[in-house]
């Protein structure tokens, strides 16, 4: 573990160091702690962003796309400059400039079934920031099964959705979506609007509740489902229980 902050680090994190619950023993946990995002989009830009510059020391980045011209409206750590190269390479290069002083990973493949428990790896806060039904139900059940934490968001139009699932305390992903959508549904909503801010709302969100985990500070959503309103500014707070009959946890 690391013992003290440079005087550099001290400057950068001098914000941090001025509230209680944080302080120098707060950030040193920082600077120890690892965690993985999968998915450099929308919500990992944002996410991903947040934490480095708060000084998450290992953080780790899995995209297997290539940055486009129609991600730049919310994808905010790609830029015209880093049109067509891999989202990976655009994100670490835009993380690095944040915060030179932490270490990013990054895995340039897609999430499946064969090589989810590889990538997760000793990362034990896995934040969700895909756009995809399948990757999310793969990642809440290696996380169920391994004893990780997964940080969910999704964001559609105006709204957005987030939650934190630890299946040692609360329920996982599928006790709340028991049911993957059918491919109809899923084809339908592939390539769907969303306001190029709401990613970064939801995308924070979920970095705040990464770093209360870290932290061990206030109260994680664990067991609740936040869904935002971005046109009503409106968040419900709605109970989610764990369900003994659920395929991936119900048993563990």
């Not at 550099?8 to 993985?36: F, M, T």
């Not at 290992?58 to 994808?75: G, H, K, M, P, T």
């Not at 002083?101 to 990538?119: C, D, M, P």
């Not at 609007?193 to 939801?202: E, K, T």
Request: hydrophobic content about 40%.
């Amino acid at each position: 573990m690391n013992q003290s902050l440079t005087e550099p680090e001290k400057i950068r994190y001098a914000r941090h160091l001025n509230i209680p619950e944080i302080g120098e023993a707060g950030q040193l946990k920082l600077k120890d702690a690892s965690v993985i995002v999968v998915g450099t989009g929308g919500l990992g830009s944002a996410s991903a962003a947040y934490l480095a510059a708060a000084g998450v020391g290992r953080l780790a980045i899995v995209d297997s796309d290539v940055v486009e011209l129609s991600n730049l409206q919310r994808q905010i750590v790609h830029g015209t400059s880093t049109l067509g190269r891999p989202k990976v390479d655009s994100a670490r290069q835009r993380l690095a400039d944040i915060n030179p002083e932490i270490r990013i990973e990054t895995w340039q493949v897609r999430v499946e079934e064969g090589n989810v428990r590889e990538i997760l790896g000793d990362y034990p806060i896995v934040v969700d920031a895909s756009d995809n039904f399948e990757t999310r139900y793969l990642l809440n059940r290696a996380c169920a099964e391994t004893e990780k934490i997964f940080i969910y968001g999704a964001v559609y139009q105006f709204y957005g959705q987030m939650s934190v699932f630890d299946a040692r305390k609360g329920p996982c992903f599928q006790c709340v979506f028991r049911k993957m959508p059918g491919e109809d549904t899923m084809r339908a909503n592939r390539g769907v609007g969303v306001v190029g801010a709401l990613p970064g709302v939801i995308g924070s969100m979920q970095a705040l509740e990464v770093l209360k985990l870290i932290l061990g500070i206030g109260e994680p959503a664990i067991g609740r489902l936040l869904l935002y309103d971005g046109l009503a500014v409106s968040v419900q707070d709605v109970r989610a229980e764990k369900d003994p009959a659920c395929p991936v946890c119900g048993r563990l």
